[in-house]
């Protein structure tokens, strides 16, 4: 058990304290065992030296004419007593010289072993800062480690050979998502326009118009679909520049422009928006918030209600959509987020491609934000999404009065 949180303490250090540790430990060790030889063989000296010392004595030490015998014994007693006591005097002191120098020397090994840790980790340092600083903009850093080709000359190089293909990969990608961009309207938009000229002949049959409009509708589904991939796409990306973004003004217009659908479907449309500003790309903030609304209408229910708050908590703007609508088991909402996912009354529904919820998810995560969802306890839907908040200047805003 002591092992085994020993282990586990060991893990969690860093690696810095690590070599510090490690370093301290071998001084400290080599210093003990230099202590303790050198105190071993100073007392074997000692004690060799003084015993050849005391067996030299004169025998013909001074005597009482009485008691000759007893006062020679006495007086060798005297000097080997003294000559013991020296001898424990200098190694006591030897000792604790010598312990005080090796703590001395202790407290110095550790400041050194962590200046000497410092600087062997600091190629490593090097190669992190890169890697913490580089995104999809910034894929042309490089680490360029000088030095001689040791194990991290070796790991700086091998990480620049990563960047290089992942440079090439996300080139790549760019070119394919411009390329499928072009290649996937243009043929959409020629079926179209054929089918809306085609409606539009005077002579045109019953069947030929309802077949039309079942085109152009499927035609439209289609161009939706593609639409919403190419956008999937771009808010994966990472963002480059970030702007101030008047979320409350966007929700406003977003529900402005939503209007007409939620008074098809019935549903009450309710605002709370305060003054809140957050940081980031305006159109696809907006196509974050129109993705929550319009999603929010499509599976709600007659009669319904959906609200849009919008608050700002000094470091992030929050967003909160809640609709009613059928109930929502908790296990599935996490899976709502994923491309093409519906909920298995949605299966087959003509009302969406399944994206938008994966829309919101990817847009919020190129702004660094937070995205949750949680079905309401009498069914439908509450998603809440956190953007890093900006300060822009407060002539820029428009009054709480108008909105």
């Not at 370093?23 to 074997?44: C, D, E, I």
């Not at 080139?171 to 309207?185: C, G, I, K, P, T």
């Amino acid at each position: 058990m002591i092992a085994r949180r020993a282990r586990g303490w060991w893990s969690g250090v860093g690696l810095r304290t690590r070599l510090t540790i490690l370093y301290s430990g071998l001084f400290f060790t080599a210093g003990t065992a230099l202590l303790w030889v050198t105190y071993l063989l100073t007392a074997r000296a000692l004690e060799r030296e003084l015993f050849f010392g005391t067996s030299t004595l004169p025998p013909d030490l001074p005597t009482s004419p009485h008691k000759p015998m007893v006062f020679a014994m006495k007086v060798q007693r005297d000097v080997l007593a003294q000559v013991e006591q020296g001898r424990q005097q200098v190694l006591g002191d030897l000792f604790q010289n010598s312990a005080i120098i090796m703590l001395v020397g202790g407290v110095l090994a550790i400041v050194l072993g962590h200046l000497v840790a410092d600087r062997a980790l600091r190629p490593l340092r090097q190669v992190t800062e890169t890697a913490e600083r580089l995104s999809e903009s910034t894929l042309h850093e490089r680490i360029a480690l000088a030095g001689p080709r040791d194990d991290v000359k070796r790991l700086a190089d091998t990480f620049d050979a990563m960047l290089d293909r992942l440079q090439r990969a996300f080139d790549a990608q760019r070119r394919f998502v411009l390329n499928a961009s072009h290649e996937l309207r243009t043929p959409l938009a020629i079926n179209r326009t054929l089918l809306e000229v085609a409606l539009e002949e005077p002579d045109a049959s019953d069947d030929l118009v309802r077949l039309g409009k079942a085109l152009l509708g499927t035609n439209a589904r289609h161009e939706r679909l593609i639409e919403g991939l190419l956008l999937l796409t771009r808010s994966e990306h990472e963002l480059v520049a970030r702007r101030p973004v008047a979320v409350d003004e966007v929700a406003l217009g977003v529900l402005e422009g939503l209007e007409a659908l939620a008074r098809r479907r019935r549903v009450a449309l309710e605002r709370r928006l305060s003054p809140a500003t957050a940081a980031g790309d305006p159109v696809l903030i907006e196509r974050c918030v129109f993705n929550l609304v319009e999603n929010g209408l499509k599976y709600n229910v007659k009669d319904g209600m959906l609200r849009v708050e919008v608050t700002d908590d000094s470091e992030n703007i929050v967003i909160k959509v809640a609709n009613t609508g059928p109930v929502i088991p908790a296990y599935e909402v996490e899976d709502l987020f994923e491309p093409f996912h519906r909920l298995r009354e949605r299966v087959g529904s003509a009302q969406g491609s399944g994206l938008g919820l994966s829309i919101v998810r990817a847009i919020v995560a190129a702004h660094d934000g937070q995205v949750e969802a949680a079905p309401r306890p009498d069914g439908g839907l509450l998603v809440t999404v956190s953007l890093p908040a900006a300060r822009p200047p407060v002539a820029a805003r428009l009054p709480a009065a108008t909105r």
